[in-house]
């Protein structure tokens, strides 16, 4: 296995003061297996993150870079389904940082899994380039020309493009992985022309798999994996349908947000 690089220098030992405890939510993930401290206002993790984490096709001994981890959401849904993979993840907001470095502790992760503080254009001095067998992210998926930025600053960030655009969240992962290794993102369904137009040609056996919302109802969002330049053709799955006709979760849905299962690619 190729060793992610640490970022020793960012961890929850940072001199910035916490956020206080009013400011603070504690949720669960998994059925409760999971708990994890968000702020109450801004970006909030849904059930995105845990759909991410359950298409990224790690196993034991691997190592994993999401990218744009946020409070460590996907980060933990992986380390909790995939036994001894260790998990680097890189957040550009050190408050948001240091909340997933809590987050990966309270949960008893800290010895396969941590947050660096750094972006895609300027990651961690020690990040090596080719050193993951798989990268995740989800995001921001709104063009800043064709809307209008939410006023939270930390909701903008993570949900409209900045200087970034998804061809560079790409390259970023192009970059950071080994040969052969795999790429996957949670992204927007009716994003999935520039995703793709993205991701070729560098990456090959480009899958795609619908969230359907409901029976007979379009994709809002997609799962895409990809492998580094791969020469195999692009393939579209079944998917998965998120809710039964009265609103609930199906059994399938339930699966992966409650059991944090795999899904199946």
Known sequence: MNEPARDTSVDSS?????????????????????????????????????????GVPAESGDSVLDAGAGTGAALLCLAA????????????????????????????FSDRAEIAVGDIAKPPMHLSPGSFDHVMMNPPYL???????????GRAA???????????????????????????????????????????????GITVFPLWPGRNRAAKRVIVRADKNSREPAVILPGLILHNDDGTFTVAAEHVLREGQALRF
């Open 14 to 54: 940072s001199d910035e003061p916490p956020l206080p405890e009013t400011e603070v939510s504690v949720d669960s993930l998994l059925g409760g297996r999971l708990r994890l401290r968000q702020s109450v206002d801004g970006f909030r993790a849904a059930i995105d993150p845990v759909f991410l984490a359950a």
């Open 143 to 153: 063009d800043r020309s064709r809307t209008r930025p939410p006023a939270d600053s």
């Open 158 to 204: 993570a949900m409209v493009e900045g200087s970034a655009t998804l061809a560079d969240w790409v390259t970023f992962a192009y970059g950071m992985l080994r040969e052969r290794g795999t790429l996957t993102v949670i992204h927007r369904a009716d994003c999935l022309d520039r995703l793709t137009a993205s991701l070729t040609p560098r990456f090959g």
């Open 81 to 108: 389904r995939v036994a001894a993979c260790r998990i680097l993840g890189l957040e550009r907001d050190r408050t948001t940082a240091r909340l997933g470095q809590e987050n990966i502790a309270s949960n008893g």
